[in-house]
């Protein structure tokens, strides 16, 4: 057996154990879904008390006393109606009943407890070596917002003891890294209900924000493309053009207005469209490439927003790009060298690729989609990118390709696409003289390189542990006076880095030097200045680093040179 086939049924059958500790644990539990899923598995109760983390460790060792009985995993079969006498006072299994196929139902049973599923299992509960429940959370029940809310536990199951101690220190270390908590420890942003999903940007949260995106402007500088600014409000029959009222409006949000229904925007492509509209295009006018950082609202639901990656207000370094068929290839080249460019800046490594074809729901005939899907695919073979399909995934008006990074903890993430799409152009006529003086469509193509801004800066934060680089930490240096009479010396020091576009505080509170430096460190600031009597004297400083370094005594040009030289060169 493959490991991880292997992982997938110790992690189901770990699901069942606790399952059954629970039902002992809480007799009226009732019992909804336990699936086992990436790294571990869960399980969703109904309970008549909210569970502590007290409760999880007495039902895990009631769990180690059905593994240690070595109960034999045994599956049968029985007719929807003796299911339902079974779990006559289960409700949520009664609904799962009605929903299965067939006349006859599975069933699992182990020691004393049965549970319908269709497995599969490992033999016996003995082989559940390395199992550890994890947490707490709530879950509405088929995760919709108006069912019943639920208590779901989260736990692990491995292999061997030692796979168990690794995953739990990757999930300390993930723990450690969150962004939500980082977020206001290092008073970069934080979220209100009232303003659901929609984040604050701090002082300093907006400094890292603001420079991500003038990074970006410079690529686009660089590579030709034109900002636009374009409006956040329109009417719902510029949605039902585009295609979005019909495949995406449960993701919107909109609104009456003087008897008008209008729709906040969710993406820029229709408005850029319209501004491809405004004028006639000649071939020679092609590429055309409009980036837009506007702000972007989604009705993301309320079970699956978290933090910054999944928000329902956020801007991206979108851009569509108008161009000839027989552009597609150059300006995909063009967009990687961007993309590269930028990840390898950010400190990601390898980045993998996936062709996402036609999803179920989608806009344009099946002919539309055989020829994009084929002129996608060419153009990465033409490149010579190595990929993998993702059927489905696609985008309703085309397929795309979609660029993962792993962060420093080896977690994938998506963060650039590059969508082709024939259907908008058709939808709203759009066109360019060629040179033969006829008119012919252009094709989008719909790019990001880091995606949601809010996105990438969570997944920034956690793949830095906060500890941004010296061009974009929202305080690059700290000037700590030893003692009061050195707070002038200090205040010079600053002013002199300040002068130079550097982003400096002065720590002149009443505290000892090491306290001072301590809360710089926490604050992952990437230089501390300390300033004494000597340092007074020779106009320099002592340089401390935020891992703990110590670089003695520059002088404060030198020290503005290293810190300048860091900032060019994006360290």
């Given at each position: 057996m493959e490991r991880e086939e292997l992982l997938h049924r110790l992690r189901h059958s770990a699901s069942h154990v606790?399952?059954?500790?629970?039902?002992?644990?809480?007799?009226?539990?009732?019992?909804?879904?336990?699936?086992?899923?990436?790294?571990?598995?869960?399980?969703?109760?109904g309970l008549p008390f909210p569970l502590s983390p007290d409760d999880l460790e007495s039902i895990e060792r009631m769990m180690a006393d059905s593994i240690?009985?070595?109960?034999?995993?045994?599956?049968?079969?029985?007719?929807?109606?003796?299911?339902?006498?079974?779990f006559a006072d289960q409700?949520?299994?009664?609904?799962?009943?009605?929903?299965?196929?067939?006349?006859?139902?599975?069933?699992?049973?182990?020691?004393?407890?049965?549970?319908?599923?269709?497995?599969?299992h490992v033999a016996s509960t003995g082989e559940l070596k390395a199992v550890r429940l994890l947490s707490l959370a709530g879950a509405y029940w088929r995760g919709d917002e108006h069912r019943p809310m639920l208590q779901r536990i989260y736990g692990t199951a491995w292999d061997t003891q030692e796979a168990l101690d690794a995953y739990v220190q990757r999930r300390f270390e993930a723990e450690r890294r969150d962004h939500r908590r980082l977020g206001r420890e290092l008073d970069l942003f934080f979220l209100n209900p009232i303003a659901p999903a929609s984040p604050f940007f701090l002082p300093k949260g907006a400094i890292v924000y603001n420079l991500l995106v003038e990074y970006v402007r410079g690529l686009y500088r660089q590579h030709g493309y034109q900002e636009v600014i374009t409006p956040q409000l329109f009417d719902a029959e510029l949605w039902r053009l585009s295609g979005h009222y019909d495949n995406y409006k449960e993701n919107m949000f909109f609104l009456q207005v003087e008897e008008r229904e209008m729709g906040l925007k969710p993406?820029?492509?229709?408005?850029?469209?319209?501004?491809?509209?405004?004028?006639?295009?000649?071939?020679?006018?092609?590429?055309?490439r409009y980036a837009?950082?506007?702000?972007?609202?989604?009705?993301?639901?309320?079970?699956?927003?978290?933090?910054?990656?999944?928000?329902?207000?956020?801007?991206q370094d979108d851009a569509h790009i108008f161009c000839r068929p027989d552009q597609i290839q150059d300006e995909m080249r063009g967009f990687l060298e961007m993309l590269n460019e930028a990840y390898r800046l950010f400190g990601f490594g390898e980045v993998k690729v996936y062709l996402s074809l036609r999803p179920d729901k989608r806009v344009g005939s099946d002919e539309v989609w055989e020829r994009a899907e084929a002129t996608l695919e060419a153009v990465l073979e033409a490149l010579g990118l190595p990929y993998s399909r993702a059927l489905g995934e696609g985008a309703f008006y085309g397929p795309k390709v979609d660029f993962n990074v792993e962060d420093a903890l080896g977690r994938?993430?998506?963060?650039?696409?590059a969508q082709l799409d024939f259907s908008l152009p058709e939808r709203f006529e759009l066109d360019y003289i060629t040179d033969e003086g006829r008119a012919a469509r252009?094709?989008?193509?719909?790019?990001?390189?880091?995606?949601?801004?809010?996105?990438?800066?969570?997944?920034?934060?956690?793949?830095?542990?906060?500890?941004?680089?010296?061009?974009l930490a929202p305080v690059q240096a700290v000037v700590i006076p030893i003692a009061d009479r050195h707070n002038d010396y200090g205040q010079r020091v600053a002013a002199q880095l300040k002068e130079?576009?550097?982003?400096?505080?002065?720590?002149?509170?009443?505290?000892?030097?090491?306290?001072?430096?301590?809360?710089?460190q926490l604050q992952k600031v990437p230089y501390m200045a300390v300033v004494g009597d000597r340092e007074a004297q020779e106009q320099s400083v002592s340089l401390r680093l935020r891992d703990g370094g110590n670089r003695g005594d520059l002088s404060i040009d030198a020290f503005i040179a290293e810190v300048r030289q860091a900032v060019q060169e994006h360290r």
């Open positions: 606790m399952a059954e500790a629970v039902v002992s644990y809480v007799p009226y539990a009732k019992l909804a879904i336990g699936p086992p899923i990436e790294g571990g598995f869960y399980y969703d109760f240690a009985a070595d109960h034999p995993f045994v599956q049968t079969f029985v007719s929807k109606d003796e299911a339902r006498e079974r409700p949520y299994k009664l609904e799962i009943i009605e929903g299965i196929e067939g006349d006859t139902v599975s069933l699992y049973t182990h020691g004393p407890f049965t549970d319908l599923c269709e497995g599969p993406m820029n492509c229709p408005s850029h469209a319209l501004m491809y509209a405004a004028d006639i295009r000649s071939y020679r006018d092609l590429p055309i837009d950082f506007g702000r972007l609202h989604r009705n993301e639901r309320s079970g699956v927003v978290h933090g910054l990656t999944r928000v329902r207000s956020l801007s994938e993430w998506q963060l650039g696409t252009p094709v989008i193509i719909h790019r990001a390189m880091l995606g949601s801004l809010e996105r990438f800066l969570g997944i920034l934060i956690e793949h830095t542990a906060g500890a941004f680089p010296v061009w130079s576009g550097f982003r400096v505080h002065v720590d002149d509170r009443k505290e000892r030097m090491q306290a001072k430096i301590r809360q710089a």
